[in-house]
């Protein structure tokens, strides 16, 4: 557990810089579009003004500006896109970095006196853990906003929203933020399988190389068939679950093949790559 610790540690150290700037840029990007939003909307409200139109006229043809309707915004989403691919390149980064090295870095790691699989879940939760930081920053921030739009724009044209309707009826913030416990550990330990998936695909490409890239692929297609078998079961026998039902065959789906990620990679860390 020790060794876990420090190599967790170790790994944030490594991504700290690139993922304080990850944040940093979308509340940027995101501020900014705010004000310009803001400013466009202001632009509208004083072009009907002076064309005599009365408060209540303005309204009916602009309506109020909100932060839901803000969260439809391209300013709004595209940052949160940026943020889930650049998560997504790391994931793969984390692990060829370390192979395509000056000093190929992963054997320093390999020779240390632990379990393997340490090396595996420190990259794995140095993921996962940033996807929980980088949600909870976004969901920070929908404070944040949510105080500048009244300072930005006269209370008459502006919608008291509460951050739980925002999140409620927002563009895919549902998924972002899940609303009952059971639908939040479905989420996220989904996000977690397609991690843990991902990483036995690429230490198959690492212990065998151009023969790896086929056994990924196979792999591939095993998880795909593993996780949708409760789907292709209804499709071909018409025997539609209950959704109850259909969320606890995709969970145990998921639970399957995240223990069988996690012996796949174990098997090829200890036994397939070697120092």
């Known amino acids: 557990m020790n060794i876990f610790l420090k190599l967790l540690a170790f790994e944030f150290n490594r991504f700290k810089k690139g993922y304080l700037s990850l944040i940093g840029l ?3 990007i995101q501020g900014v579009g705010l004000f310009f939003q803001s ?6 409200v004083e072009m009907l003004k002076e064309e005599g139109v009365s408060t209540q006229g303005i309204l009916s043809q602009l309506g109020h500006f909100d932060l839901l309707n803000y969260t439809y915004s391209l300013w709004f989403v595209a940052p949160i896109m940026l943020g889930i691919v650049a998560l997504l390149f790391y994931s793969v980064f984390i692990w060829y970095r370390d192979w ?3 000093n190929t870095f992963i054997y320093r790691l390999l020779l240390l006196p632990a379990k393997r699989m340490s090396i595996y879940f420190a990259k794995l939760f140095t993921i996962f853990l940033s996807v929980l930081g980088l ?3 976004q969901y920070l921030f929908l404070h944040v906003y949510k105080w500048l739009i009244p300072l930005i724009i006269s209370e008459e044209f502006t919608q008291v929203q509460s951050i739980a309707q925002v999140i409620e009826q927002g563009a895919f913030m549902v998924f972002l933020f899940p609303k009952t416990l059971p639908f939040f550990f479905f989420a996220y330990l989904t996000g977690l399988m397609v ?18 890239i086929l056994l990924a692929t196979g792999y ?5 068939f593993i996780y949708f078998s409760p789907a292709i079961y209804q499709l071909y026998t018409r025997i539609i679950f209950a959704n109850s039902e259909t969320f606890l065959w995709f969970s145990i789906m998921g639970i399957v093949l995240m223990g069988l990620s996690i ?13």
């Open 100 to 102: 395509l090295g000056k």
């Open 135 to 137: 949600v909870s920053s």
């Open 195 to 212: 991690l843990m998936v991902l990483f036995t695909l690429i230490l198959f490409e690492r212990s065998f190389h151009l023969k790896g």
């Open 26 to 28: 979308t509340f940027t």
């Open 220 to 224: 591939a297609g095993l998880s795909l």
């Open 263 to 275: 012996l796949v990679s174990n098997f090829l860390l200890t036994k397939k790559i070697t120092v």
């Open 39 to 44: 400013r466009s909307y202001l632009s509208k």
